[in-house]
């Protein structure tokens, strides 16, 4: 009997043991490497992106027929300086990029400096040989453009455009114009520069050759004219017209029409026409999913948009001079990150199809011709590809894959074959415990009003038979969580620590309410949400009650968390629901919507003025305050681009007015996006530890 008791004991401490072993931390599953800003060479086959290494932000190159990835720079801080606007000079010799700057947010070109230096960092332009060699500065600026002759750089500042020699010379002002100038390209020759300035109540397209004293205007207007696109051979400008003005005082609880129009500009003349007007419906409104427009000049005289008017964001195409436009891509799924190949005849991108049911949380790329046929996917299975970029060969098309446990890398596939080559995989942290991770399960529920409800649950096997659990809530609102990691930092980020909830022994529920992309119109763009009511805060409620009903889930120890918008909702969770809400985290997020409706300063006001602004505050948590009980951790950085840090320094505020209970961590100079790799680690360390504080006490 004895022997048997030492047995059992052995075996215990053995299986403790164990699980101890296959635990992680924090620190660990934060230690995803991020790829983003992948681009391609107009000639070679090479390929160019920036790695975020914990913090460590660095240019990557590789080139066929190896494709062995080379780092290019050498920067060694984590000091919050992202990398944006990566590209190659058309030579292929060169790569131009941003470094600086929070490009997710509002106030892109304003600096971070989240090492609260004494001097403040600057938003700049770099350049690098591709071959390898020094890195350089080459402008104090954003937004960068390479001619075609790769031997200049366009490039914004204060609103303005400027030039500087890649080689050497002094920046220059191009022009000086009244507005601030936008979406600038170089003609085909390299001979014109084609750009939008923002006057407020209209907005013009301009372009500006050395070869003219003066600055030549497409059609100008009362309208807002916008993303302009060169035909191929640099005559004529495609752009989308949106009306100007604001428009008579309509109510603003009604779900209305927004219209837009696609124009075709001479560029000798000036003189424009209209070739195509959105359908006057909801769904034919102005698409506001990746890419907006998505407007292209493609081959054979085509012009390619984005329009949901059937329901799904789509590409359609039409030739630029007469005949009706025909949709490209059919069916139940969204396409997004567009690109047009090389040879202007097919367009690649991300699309939530495939042949498993699941696909609809997923991503993989397709590819069509301008001219119609059959949509192909190059990339199936249970894996996520996104963000497609087609070599200059025309035969593969480079992208970034994951899985449900290998976060993101870069990737080849070849378009016949459909071959796939996986490249950087040694970029993976060592201690990154991708084996241990769980792979979420898609569910669905149904929402009170009839919904059907989308998510995806992260739960470790074992553990007792009555577990807590989390509803994570997402923001944006125009995202979609996936069944693997996310083609976006922060929801990589947020993946992370779903899985590290889960491995604590949380039963975790990434709910994808309404107002998110990946489910149709109707699912996109509901009525009675957001200031005018709220409703897609049902979906969340309809989460909790979803965990609450499973058996194992302990319907006492259920809480809530999320961040930007899915701090929002989790307010409004613990306000109007503390019963099924027991604690939450409140990452930046919105708790005040009755001040986005400002009084008119004239004398006309929308007729339900007062009923919108009384509808937008009942929709907002500070409206619940007299039944919020749960404890709440509210996170917020104070150079927050997205999200006002007022938000949150009222709402606490009036916390401590009513003394109500709450723990908080504030996290100065940082902005939306935890720039600084340890402030991420921080913010993911003090929200699974009060998680765990409320829901799994000693």
Do not use: C
Not at 105 to 115: E, F, I, M, R, Y
Request: hydrophobic share 40%; glycine share 10%; no cysteine.
């Amino acid at each position: 009997m004895m022997k048997k008791l030492i047995l059992v004991f052995f075996s215990y401490i053995f299986l403790l043991t164990e699980l101890a072993a296959q635990s992680f931390s924090v620190e660990q599953i934060s230690s995803f490497s991020f790829p983003s800003e992948l681009t391609a060479s107009a000639s070679g086959n090479k390929i160019a992106w920036a790695m975020n290494e914990k913090g460590l932000r660095n240019v990557y190159v590789a080139e066929g027929p190896e494709f062995s990835p080379r780092k290019i720079t050498a920067f060694i801080e984590d000091d919050g300086q992202e990398i944006s606007g990566l590209q190659f000079s058309p030579d292929g010799n060169w790569l131009i990029f941003v470094r600086g700057g929070d490009h997710g947010g509002g106030n892109a070109n304003v600096p971070v400096n989240v090492t609260h230096a004494t001097v403040m960092p600057k938003v700049e332009i770099w350049k690098v040989p591709f071959a390898g060699g020094q890195t350089e500065v080459v402008a104090e600026g954003d937004e960068p453009m390479v001619s075609p002759d790769s031997k200049t750089v366009a490039y914004l500042k204060n609103g303005q455009v400027w030039s500087v020699s890649i080689s050497e010379g002094e920046p220059k002002q191009l022009f000086q114009v009244k507005g601030n100038v936008h979406s600038h390209s170089w003609s085909p020759d390299g001979s014109q520069l084609l750009f939008v300035v923002n006057r407020g109540t209209h907005a013009l397209i301009g372009v500006f050759s050395n070869e003219n004293p003066a600055l030549q205007w497409l059609a100008p207007s009362f309208s807002r004219d916008l993303s302009p696109k060169w035909s191929r051979d640099g005559s004529q400008v495609v752009f989308v017209r949106t009306p100007g003005g604001s428009g008579a005082a309509l109510p603003l609880l009604e779900q209305r029409h927004q219209p837009w129009e696609i124009w075709i500009a001479t560029v000798e003349t000036g003189l424009a026409v209209k070739r195509w007007k959105a359908p006057e419906t909801l769904r034919g409104s102005v698409p506001t999913t990746n890419g907006g427009f998505n407007l292209h000049w493609a081959a054979d005289n085509k012009i390619v948009y984005l329009s949901y008017e059937d329901g799904w964001p789509h590409l359609y195409a039409m030739d630029a001079n007469a005949g009706p436009s025909s949709l490209l891509t059919p069916g139940e799924y969204m396409v997004e990150h567009i690109k047009l190949a090389k040879d202007g005849k097919s367009l690649v991108f991300s699309a939530n199809t495939g042949n498993l049911p699941e696909d609809i949380d997923r991503r993989h790329i397709g590819r069509v011709s301008i001219n119609g046929g059959k949509m192909e996917l190059l990339t199936e299975g249970e894996g996520i590809e996104a963000i497609p970029v087609p070599l200059a060969d025309e035969k593969q098309i480079a992208f970034f894959s994951a899985t449900a446990k290998r976060s993101l890398l870069p990737a080849l596939v070849h378009s016949e074959t459909k071959e796939i080559k996986l490249l950087a995989e040694n970029l993976i942290p060592n201690d990154f415990p991708q084996d241990r991770l769980v792979v979420p399960k898609q569910v669905k529920f149904q929402s009170p009003d009839g919904f059907t409800v989308y998510g995806q649950l992260f739960e470790k096997e074992g553990g007792p038979a009555k577990k807590p659990a989390v509803v994570f809530v997402h923001g944006g609102p125009q995202r979609q969580m996936l069944l693997g990691w996310s083609y976006m930092d922060y929801y990589s980020n947020t993946y992370a620590v779903n899985q590290q909830l889960a491995e604590m022994g949380f039963v975790v529920l990434s709910v994808n309410f309404r107002l998110g992309i990946g489910y149709g119109y109707e699912f996109h763009k509901p009525a009675r949400t957001w200031i005018q009511g709220g409703e897609e805060y049902l979906d969340v409620k309809a989460a909790g009650e979803y965990l609450a009903k499973l058996t194992q889930v302990d319907a006492q120890r259920i809480g809530v968390y999320g961040g930007s918008y899915g701090g929002y909702l989790t307010a409004m969770a613990l306000g109007k629901d503390s019963d099924l809400f027991k604690v939450g985290v409140d990452i930046h997020g919105v708790h005040d919507l009755s001040g986005r409706l400002e009084m008119p300063d004239g004398y006309e006001k929308a007729p339900d003025f007062d009923h919108a602004v009384k509808t937008a505050w009942l929709s907002s948590p500070m409206a619940y305050l007299d039944t919020w009980k749960s404890p709440v951790l509210f996170i917020h950085s104070d150079d927050d681009r997205n999200v006002n840090f007022s938000q949150t320094t009222d709402l606490v505020r009036r916390f401590e007015e009513r003394k109500m209970p709450f723990e908080s961590l504030m996290i100065p100079g940082d902005t939306h996006h935890w720039m600084k790799y340890a402030n991420m680690v921080k913010v993911n360390k003090a929200t699974v530890e009060f998680l765990k504080k409320h829901l799994m006490p000693e």
